[in-house]
């Protein structure tokens, strides 16, 4: 299994944007998928988005579908999550999760993944 570690989390005014990345070490991370997923407060953990180990298939929640965009480097053993116009209700720790079984269009719940990183915090202003 891979260790997967975020970063870039951090403090932004609502409008604003940051960038998540997720480092991979331990495993032949080009061939696994990667989700993001995020949780508040006293809520569960929900997706956020997922990228097929190819990268050729990406998959978003509606409530992110054009304003984050995921994508990946398998040559850094990297996956990003590029959010833009940032709103309050995006606040949660963020974690990506990746699984080497997952099928092109297969992977969006938690139970889907196998290896988890220890999350990175996002907090959005208003």
């Known amino acids: 299994q891979v260790q997967l570690i975020e970063s870039g989390g951090g403090l932004v005014q609502a409008g604003g944007s940051l960038r998540l990345s997720c480092a991979a070490s331990?495993?032949?991370?080009?061939?696994?998928?990667v989700g993001w997923f995020r949780q508040a407060p006293g809520k569960e953990r929900e997706f956020v988005a997922t990228i097929y180990w190819s990268g050729s298939t990406t998959a978003y929640a509606d409530s992110v579908k054009g304003r984050f965009t995921i994508s990946r480097d398998n040559a850094k053993n990297t996956v990003y999550l590029q959010m833009n116009s940032l709103k309050p209700e995006d606040t949660a720790v963020y974690y990506c999760a990746a699984d080497r079984y997952c099928t092109e269009y297969g992977c969006y719940k938690t139970t889907d993944f196998a290896s988890w990183g220890q999350g990175t915090q996002v907090t959005v202003s208003s």
């Open positions: 331990g495993g032949r991370f080009s061939s696994y998928a």
